[in-house]
Nanobody, 126 residues
Framework: QVQLVESGGELVQAGGSLRLSCAASGRAFSSYVMGWFRQAPGKEREFVAA?????????YYADSVKGRFTISRDNAKKTVYLQMNSLKPEDTAVYYC??????????????????WGQGTQVTVSS
């Protein structure tokens, strides 16, 4: 069983930055595919970013955040991060961390992930 705990969400002004963290349990963290998704009120959960296993693993981004957000991982700390810069009001959402225990080419689908955190609220004011 894998447990994921997100932190770092808060209220920030447009143009500002935040760094979200997701701490994971489980001995095989270094082999997990890790993803970030978000869900705004009244909208479906959408893909934000993903990072594959091992240090220096491949990264993937939604077009809406490419160039502004950076996903990274620290396998020693069993933690994945989402650095968010140049935040916009449309980035306002609950952000969820997700984990998958085996490789996949479908990193952008919520159905690819077996484990989810409880979410952390990010609010960007205009």
């Amino acid at each position: 069983q894998v447990q994921l705990v997100e932190s770092g969400g808060e209220l920030v002004q447009a143009g500002g930055s935040l760094r979200l963290s997701c701490a994971a349990s489980g001995r095989a963290f270094s082999s997990y595919v890790m993803g970030w998704f978000r869900q705004a009120p009244g909208k479906e959960r959408e893909f934000v970013a993903a990072i594959k296993s091992w240090s220096g693993g491949s990264t993937y981004y939604a077009d809406s955040v490419k160039g502004r957000f950076t996903i990274s991982r620290d396998n020693a700390k069993k933690t994945v991060y989402l650095q968010m810069n140049s935040l916009k009001p449309e980035d306002t959402a609950v952000y969820y961390c997700a984990a998958r225990g085996s490789d996949t080419i479908v990193v952008a689908s919520p159905e690819s992930y077996a484990y989810w955190g409880q979410g952390t609220q990010v609010t960007v004011s205009s």
